[in-house]
């Protein structure tokens, strides 16, 4: 399989990034749900809240290796061509889950700073961007909730679109991202 972007297929860099972009969504919305199975304080909520964070920084970081190779070639193209209003609808979503991936990892940033409290990423301390400021840091938790949630119907929304192509539609929307497929 080739590394990068062809006109028929992504490349195994696209491809692979897609995939672990997906685990990690999955392992930072598990670690935020399942510290409320522990005690405030107590050391495995704790640890939950701190790989969310992790987890969340390290998705920040790929996304712009993800968008790096996603311009580096062609997009490939779906076959047969999807009428005008899909690919619009399809190109919002793709800016709406970019934003998600992007978005959520700054406030979350931004909130862990405004709250004074140490920003984890794997043995390191990453800065504050901001001051402590107690009131501005539930405002930018009430964002950062919103949009967590509202990430649950985008990522559901993307997948029920691509299981639609693959099954009813029967267009190559969905095996252009599988990997080790010809």
């Given at each position: 399989?080739?590394?990068?972007?062809?006109?028929?297929?992504?490349?195994?860099?696209?491809?692979?990034?897609?995939?672990?972009?997906?685990?990690?969504?999955?392992?930072?919305?598990?670690?935020?749900n399942l510290r409320e199975l522990y005690p405030k304080g107590s050391d495995p909520r704790e640890a939950l809240k701190t790989w969310h964070f992790m987890l969340g920084m390290l998705a920040f970081g790929l996304v712009w290796l993800r968008l790096a190779a996603r311009f580096s070639g062609p997009t490939p193209l779906i076959q047969p061509a999807l009428p005008r209003s899909q690919e619009i609808s399809s190109k919002l979503l793709h800016l709406a889950?970019?934003?998600?991936?992007?978005?959520?990892?700054?406030?979350?940033?931004?909130?862990?700073?405004?709250?004074?409290?140490p920003i984890p990423f794997f043995g390191l301390q990453l800065p504050a961007l901001i001051g402590q400021n107690k009131e501005l840091a539930s405002q930018i938790k009430e964002v950062h909730e919103f949009v967590g949630t509202a990430g649950y119907y985008l990522i559901g929304l993307h997948t029920i679109a691509a299981l639609y192509h693959h099954y009813i539609k029967r267009d190559n929307t969905l095996t252009r991202m599988l990997p080790g497929r010809g």
């Open positions: 399989m080739n590394w990068k972007n062809t006109a028929s297929r992504y490349g195994s860099v696209s491809i692979g990034i897609h995939w672990l972009m997906l685990l990690l969504f999955i392992a930072v919305y598990a670690t935020i889950l970019y934003a998600l991936m992007i978005g959520m990892p700054i406030t979350g940033w931004l909130l862990l700073s405004a709250s004074g409290k």
